[in-house]
């Protein structure tokens, strides 16, 4: 599933909204996010799931560019989010422009395509990726077979690359268990992760599949917070 339609021999990058400024989608800097359209996953906790499909798209490269122009020393830099950002091979490029403009550039990313993320890791400043469960649950909560293999391998290269890596991870209760989160803990301190945050479940924005339920500071297990230089356990 690659969005974005050819255009001038090239694909042009679908975007379904900016959000001019923003302090906590991008850890320490002031950012704007542009969220595009395209996911191949189906996770029921999302809260961008109006985004899944490309036909999401009211706005395209011109405008996020165009308006990265017009906000010159006054932001620090572009959060690539979505949707799933990599599905479109035009936001390697549209990155690379938004470089040339002097920003960083941040991603966030589920890790559906470990090749994508290889080729625009070099353009990176930082890098927000989901590690949903534990690698044999992965199927269940993306609801696509392979996923794991796919988030796994993601994961390898971001720890590969020379950039600021943030692994997250959404905690539905009946979705992970405390036995999971700590599986999902151990795994990615032993693969070399340094940052971890430990999202609890937000019912607003979702399609409402799930129940209204959500886990605590005190539910996550005592010795997880101490394998990671920085944890954080983000509320509801």
């Known amino acids: 599933m690659d969005a974005g339609r050819p255009q001038g021999g090239r694909h042009r990058l679908l975007i379904g909204g900016i959000t001019p400024f923003s302090t906590v989608d991008w850890p320490g800097k002031l950012a704007c996010v542009a969220f595009l359209a395209g996911c191949p996953w189906a996770c029921p906790y999302c809260q961008n799931h109006a985004l899944r499909k490309a036909s999401a798209a ?6 996020l560019l165009g308006f990265l122009g017009q906000r010159r020393g006054l932001l620090d830099g572009v959060v690539f989010s979505g949707g799933e950002p990599l599905v479109q091979p035009a936001v390697v490029q549209v990155a690379q422009a938004a470089k040339e403009l002097g920003f960083l550039v941040g991603l966030h990313t589920c890790g559906a395509y470990p090749e994508r993320l290889r080729e625009i890791l070099p353009l990176a400043d930082w890098v927000g990726l989901d590690i949903k469960a534990p690698w044999d649950k992965y199927d269940d909560i993306t609801r696509t077979p392979g996923a794991g293999e796919l988030a796994r ?8 690359a020379d950039v600021e890596l943030e692994v997250r991870t959404t905690w539905h209760p009946d979705l992970l268990s405390v036995e999971d989160i700590s599986k999902i803990g151990h795994a990615i301190a032993e693969a070399g992760v340094r940052t971890w945050a430990v999202q609890a479940y937000r019912h607003i924005g979702t399609t409402g599949e799930l129940a209204n339920r959500t886990v605590y500071p005190s ?13 954080e356990f983000r509320r509801a």
Request: net charge negative.
């Open 153 to 160: 391998a993601s994961l390898e290269e971001a720890l590969r």
């Open 219 to 231: 539910d996550v297990p005592g010795d997880l917070p101490g394998l990671f230089e920085h944890y």
């Open 58 to 63: 009211t706005l395209g490269e011109d405008d």
